[in-house]
């Protein structure tokens, strides 16, 4: 990054309007974690030219990066006025929503998403996250669906599906994403992890345990697989109270100070 930095900066020097080498050194400066200089590239360039709508939209997605929600809103807003059809600058506005909480923006501007670029993973992807939020089940899933035949490939989104069903109680179909998530990414506790509490859900306990197991050896300090591998263990009438005093450790007391003491 550093020399195409350098690259950039010697173009400015030669000719002190080129927007898209502001703007191409606040990207570098940003992948180097250096936001304020990129902000002041981005400015500089919006400066320049107050309809660059490329200098509003990176500059947005520092500011998301920095948590300035509310700045990094005033400038997609005025990205998607400039121009109006990018279905990346909806889903980026969307994801800034979500995070203040605005969860029926962020649902409309992923739909926004979704009518321009009905082929948009991420944004069926995301919609679906908020549905499930709002516990609208079904919604999300269909969403996650849509999402899954775009990209199949994608572990979050089996993921998320999986831990869904489980919410309606499909308890087999929500197995059979998690699977599907641990097979694109086995190296994933939370994955094994809820896993586990499907299984438990259904009275398997020791399969349930077998999962907290592998979450725990992904992550060793993974305060809820020991506690709820030690409940599992209570239901087969295993000893348990290693695992609830490990949990007790990591910060999690409560069935360690019911049962063990």
Known sequence: YQLAIDDFTRAIKI???????YND??????????YQLAIDDYTRAIQIN??????YYNRGNVYHDLEKYKLAIVDYNRAVIIKPDVAR?????????????????????????????????????NRGLEYK???????AIDDFTRAIKINPDDEETYYNRGVTYRNIGKHQLAIDDINNAIRINPNNAITYY??????????????????????????????????????AKEKLRKYYCDDYRKACDLGEC????????
Request: overall charge neutral; glycine content about 8%.
């Open 15 to 21: 000719n002190p309007d080129y927007l898209d080498a």
């Open 25 to 34: 050194r606040g990207i570098a400066y940003k992948n180097l974690g250096n």
């Open 50 to 55: 107050p309809d660059y709508v490329k200098a």
């Open 89 to 125: 600058l909806y889903i980026n506005r969307g994801n800034t929503y979500s995070n203040l909480g605005l969860t029926n923006y962020a649902v409309d501007d992923y739909s926004r998403a979704i009518k321009i670029n009905p082929d948009d993973a991420m944004a069926y992807y």
């Open 133 to 139: 939020n709002l516990g609208k089940y079904q919604l």
């Open 194 to 231: 809820n896993r586990g509490i499907v299984f438990n859900d259904l009275g398997n306990y020791q399969n349930a345990i077998n999962d907290y197991t592998k979450a725990i050896r992904i992550n060793p300090n993974f305060a809820e697989a020991y506690s709820s591998r030690g409940l």
């Open 254 to 261: 409560d069935n360690y100070n019911d049962f063990c003491k």
